[in-house]
């Protein structure tokens, strides 16, 4: 397996605009997790997914975000509309199972909003 | 917040020293896992220890967890300039629904 896959690696886009954020976890794994990294808040917990259906979403930061998971081989990450605030490395991961196994991790999106 | 700590934030030492960073969290975890991040790339997985073992050996790396000071440490030992990262523990608690809690790492310089 090739792990899990991210696109875009890099997103520049303007104040605004939509983002869409990708990702294919391994396959057999049955969680998928969103997570985003800033150097102030460092890695947070935007939402999880269970058998592709949200869990919980509680770390979204607001409406603006949104996050879908169609089939068991696919995720998106929506920002619309994005800000600068949004700027930041989203990490999609993927595991057997929630916290008692080991998730593997993407190479992560880096978001720049201008 | 339920976010573990990493001690310290940074740590530079030379190659062939040891290293040893701490994590510290507020509630009963069912483990805690460590994990390194590599300067843009996704974290890995290093190390998984139960809430129930005391200490857990894998190569250079030893990994302790005291449950009652709801502390772990994680030690590299004859660092490498290879292991400059940053390492995050990241717990999965008892309680609630939440899955994997991410510190805010510890960022480990190795010099040549």
New interface residues.
């Given amino acids: 397996d090739a792990g899990?896959i991210q696109s875009p690696r890099h997103e520049v886009t303007e104040m605004g605009q939509e983002v869409t954020l990708r990702c294919k976890p391994i396959s057999g794994h049955d969680?998928l997790?969103w997570?985003r990294q800033t150097m102030m808040r460092?890695?947070e917990?935007l939402i999880?997914f269970n058998n592709n259906v949200p869990?919980?979403d509680s770390g979204m930061p607001e409406d603006r975000f949104s996050a879908k998971m169609p089939n068991a081989s696919f995720s998106t990450l929506k920002i619309q509309p994005s800000e600068p605030r949004d700027s930041a490395v989203y990490?999609c991961?993927s595991s057997l199972a929630?916290?008692?196994?080991?998730?593997?991790?993407?190479?992560?999106t880096r978001l720049t909003v201008v | 917040s339920q976010?573990g700590e990493e001690d310290p934030q940074a740590l530079s030492i030379q190659e062939g020293e040891n290293a040893t960073m701490n994590c510290s969290y507020k509630t009963s975890i069912?483990?805690l896992?460590w994990y390194r991040q590599n300067s843009g790339?996704?974290?890995?997985?290093l190390i998984?220890i139960r809430s129930n073992e005391r200490e857990k050996h894998s190569g250079r790396l030893r990994v302790t967890l005291d449950t009652s000071k709801k502390s772990s440490s994680l030690l590299i030992t004859a660092s490498r300039a290879a292991d400059t990262a940053s390492y995050?523990c990241?717990t999965?608690?008892l309680s609630g629904?939440?899955?994997?809690?991410?510190?805010?790492?510890t960022r480990l310089s190795v010099i040549a």
């Fill in positions: 899990v969680y997790f997570y460092g890695l917990l999880y869990i919980d990490f991961a929630k916290g008692l196994t080991e998730a593997f991790f993407g190479q992560g | 976010q069912n483990n896992q790339r996704g974290l890995v997985h998984l995050f990241a999965d608690f629904n939440t899955p994997l809690v991410f510190g805010k790492g």
